[in-house]
């Protein structure tokens, strides 16, 4: 006999209860049919009333149904087990959410239900979506936040939002605790804030737009830093090589003039000698010969040879001969070329070192409105044990001026005694921004400078004169104009517009960064130096005569 084909849906032999295949089914008396353990702990759950219900229909029974295995389900759900062919698994991942409902190996689930507060894979989606046919159940996209929109104090779907208290309740808080509070429906509520968040996600937008040039911007300074770097480096070979040779020209041409000095003075004296000893030679010659006639008795021989030998030869002046000829002063010559040479390297190295230390990479972080350098505002207050005489401190140590007579400040190791200069008395080594107003004549300057504790205060040398030295860094400003001095290296600055007389100063320690700032209704930059400073700096500041600086006190 031919089989009968019949089909049928898988979800026709799942249990109501677990969602999932029957394991031991039994049929009730109402014809539904359940999981043994399904049902055998629904009917436990329902024996303290002695009324049983159908978990599907509802029918009640009493007494309790006797439940026996349905051999005929049994033998179906084996068989479509082995037969039915099923959709290779999704399982979940690390940043999926699991189905709740899988036994063993969880798969990924695609939905979850804000009723039942579940999630389901495909296969028990599918499952869950026949069982509540005639209510549908409020899905929304697989999430792992199920316990997060349920109201932990009355169990139910948080649907409100309170705008007093600025949080989501369910309906039950509003009678409660939220009572009489101004709430709205979540929905109107998304909708109120809808058009903040999309303010807010298009200056997100915008920022991203502007790290993503920020990153293009470094990584192109990047290469062009190490381009300009290898440019130098083989610039300054080539120039090193090519004052190395002008040296060793030098050298052999100073050699070569003393070989050259040498060999003209041996000939000569070569020359002087070998006359001398002809001229020895000679009188020796002579000596013997009236030696000789000395002794003769022949008076006619002797008065005919007297008179030849009586007239003295030919002879060479009397030659006075230093006895240590000597080559010293040369090698002294040379070696105060050596010293003059070695202190003019020294000096412009050191001003090159200077040079090549501002030439960094800007990678700090910039901030971009005055409401953003105030959140790093630190007040500072004048040293009056700093103090040159010719200045007047105010009671609150924040303002100095100049004034002709010398004030009675006592002597202190720490003051300047002879530039007019004072240093405020808090130090900084992290994010820290403040500002100063000045004021000054035409023609007269104000220094705005940080420097290290260690400057030195006393004499008129560049020791102590901030900008001047390795240890400070100074902005001059005057009516016409700004110059930026570090290490006795001045730059002139391109006129800032608008200029005002109120400078904002920003230091990031950690980062090298050290900041002016033109601040009136907007901020323009001045002059930016990134460094490395190696010990904590602090606020210093130089008057001329008719000028004045005061420290402002700002609201972070």
């Not at 149904?65 to 051999?71: E, S, T």
Request: include cysteine.
């Amino acid at each position: 006999m031919a089989e009968t084909n019949i089909s049928v849906a898988p979800y026709q032999f799942c249990c109501p209860v677990c969602l999932d295949l029957l394991k031991d089914p039994v049929t009730i008396p109402c014809g539904h049919s359940y999981c043994m353990n399904c049902i055998t702990d629904c009917f436990n759950e329902d024996h303290n009333t002695g009324i049983y219900k159908c978990p599907q229909c509802r029918q009640t029974f009493n007494p309790r149904p006797a439940l026996c295995k349905n051999v005929m389900f049994a033998e179906m759900v084996e068989k479509l087990k082995k037969t039915r062919i099923q959709e290779t698994p999704c399982y979940a991942g690390a940043a999926d959410v699991d189905c709740d409902v899988c036994t063993g190996r969880k798969q990924k689930a695609v939905k979850s239900c804000l009723v039942c507060l579940n999630s389901y894979c495909q296969n028990h989606l599918e499952q869950h979506e026949n069982l509540f046919k005639t209510k549908r159940h409020n899905l929304t996209d697989a999430t792992g936040r199920l316990q997060q929109m349920i109201c932990p104090r009355h169990d139910k779907m948080l649907e409100i939002y309170c705008r007093t208290d600025q949080k989501c309740i369910c309906i039950l808080c509003m009678v409660d605790e939220h009572k009489n509070h101004d709430s709205v429906s979540a929905a109107a509520a998304r909708t109120e804030k809808q058009i903040h968040f999309e303010e807010t996600q298009i200056k997100l937008q915008k920022r991203i737009l502007q790290k993503e040039k920020d990153v293009q911007d470094l990584s192109e300074a990047v290469m062009f830093h190490k381009h300009s770097a290898q440019t130098a480096v083989e610039d300054c070979e080539l120039i090193f090589t090519e004052l190395i040779s002008s040296i060793e020209r030098r050298r052999s041409e100073v050699t070569q003039l003393i070989r050259d000095q040498e060999k003209a003075a041996v000939s000569r004296a070569e020359d002087l000698l070998e006359q001398l000893e002809q001229e020895i030679d000679d009188l020796r010659r002579r000596n013997a010969e009236m030696q000789q006639l000395s002794h003769t008795d022949d008076h006619i021989h002797f008065l005919q040879s007297f008179q030849s030998l009586s007239v003295p030869p030919g002879s060479t002046d009397n030659i006075n001969v230093t006895s240590h000829l000597s080559y010293d002063h040369v090698v002294k010559s040379v070696s105060q070329l050596r010293d003059k040479l070695e202190q003019f390297c020294t000096e412009e190295t050191e001003k090159i070192s200077a040079i090549v230390k501002t030439t960094q990479i800007n990678f700090a972080p910039e901030n971009e409105t005055r409401k953003e350098f105030l959140q790093y505002y630190r007040p500072f207050t004048l040293d009056p044990n700093t103090v040159h005489k010719h200045f007047n401190l105010s009671k609150e140590n924040t303002k100095a001026s100049y004034t002709k007579a010398v004030q009675p400040y006592p002597d202190h190791p720490d003051r300047f005694d002879y530039w007019w200069q004072v240093l405020c008395s808090e130090s900084l080594d992290g994010r820290c921004y403040w500002e100063v107003e000045w004021s000054a004549n035409e023609g007269a300057c104000v220094g705005i400078a940080v420097t290290y504790k260690n400057i030195c205060r006393k004499g008129q040398h560049n020791k102590c004169l901030t900008g001047r030295n390795e240890l400070s860094w100074k902005l001059s400003c005057s009516s016409s104009r700004y110059r930026f001095w570090h290490n006795n290296i001045k730059t002139e600055l391109p006129e800032v517009f608008p200029n005002s007389r109120r400078i904002g100063v920003y230091v990031d320690h950690k980062a090298g960064i050290l900041s002016f700032y033109s601040v009136s209704d907007t901020m323009s930059l001045i002059h930016r130096v990134q460094t490395t400073f190696t010990q904590p700096l602090y606020p210093v500041f130089g008057l001329d005569k008719n000028t004045a600086v005061k420290l402002c006190l700002l609201k972070a």
